[in-house]
C-alpha cells in the first residue's frame, strides 16, 4: 500500500517561500518520477512540477517557473518543493505523486498513485 505524506505548507504573506515535503512509503521511490499539483477552491487540480527519477531533469508549469524549483532525495524517499516569490493566485492544496514524464501526461495532472491528504499553502496579499 503506497503512502504519500505532503507537509511543509501554511499561511504566507506574498513575496514569501515555503518549502513543501512529501515522503513516500510502500513503493520502490527511486524507481518513480515524482510531481507536484495543486487544487484551489473550486478549479480543477493542475500540474505544478515534475522531476525524473534521477533527479536529473525537471518540467515546471509556465506560472511557476522561474519562482518554484522541485528536488528529490532518494535515499530519504522525499521529493521537495521550493516556493519562492509567492503570490496569492498560488493558494492552493498542494499533492504529490509518481507521473509519467511526459509533458502530455503531466499536463493532465494524472497521477499513478491515489492522492494523499496534501497540504494547504495560503498566501495572502
Known amino acids: 500500500q503506497v503512502q504519500l505524506v505532503e507537509s511543509g505548507g501554511g499561511l504566507v504573506q506574498a513575496g514569501g517561500s515555503l518549502r513543501l515535503s512529501c515522503v513516500v512509503s510502500?513503493?520502490?521511490?527511486?524507481?518513480?518520477?515524482m510531481g507536484w499539483f495543486r487544487q484551489a477552491p473550486g478549479k480543477e487540480r493542475e500540474f505544478v512540477a515534475a522531476?525524473?527519477?534521477?533527479?536529473?531533469?525537471?518540467y515546471y508549469a509556465d506560472s511557476v517557473k522561474g519562482r518554484f524549483t522541485i528536488s528529490r532525495d532518494n535515499a530519504k524517499n522525499t521529493v521537495y518543493l521550493q516556493m519562492n516569490s509567492l503570490k496569492p493566485e498560488d493558494t492552493a492544496v498542494y499533492y504529490c505523486?509518481?507521473?509519467?514524464?511526459?509533458?502530455?501526461?503531466?499536463?493532465?495532472?494524472?497521477?499513478?498513485?491515489?492522492w494523499g491528504q496534501g497540504t494547504q499553502v495560503t498566501v495572502s496579499s
Open positions: 505523486n509518481a507521473v509519467v514524464f511526459t509533458i502530455a501526461t503531466l499536463n493532465r495532472s494524472a497521477g499513478l498513485w491515489s
Open positions: 510502500g513503493r520502490t521511490f527511486s524507481n518513480y518520477a
Open positions: 522531476v525524473r527519477r534521477s533527479g536529473g531533469d525537471t
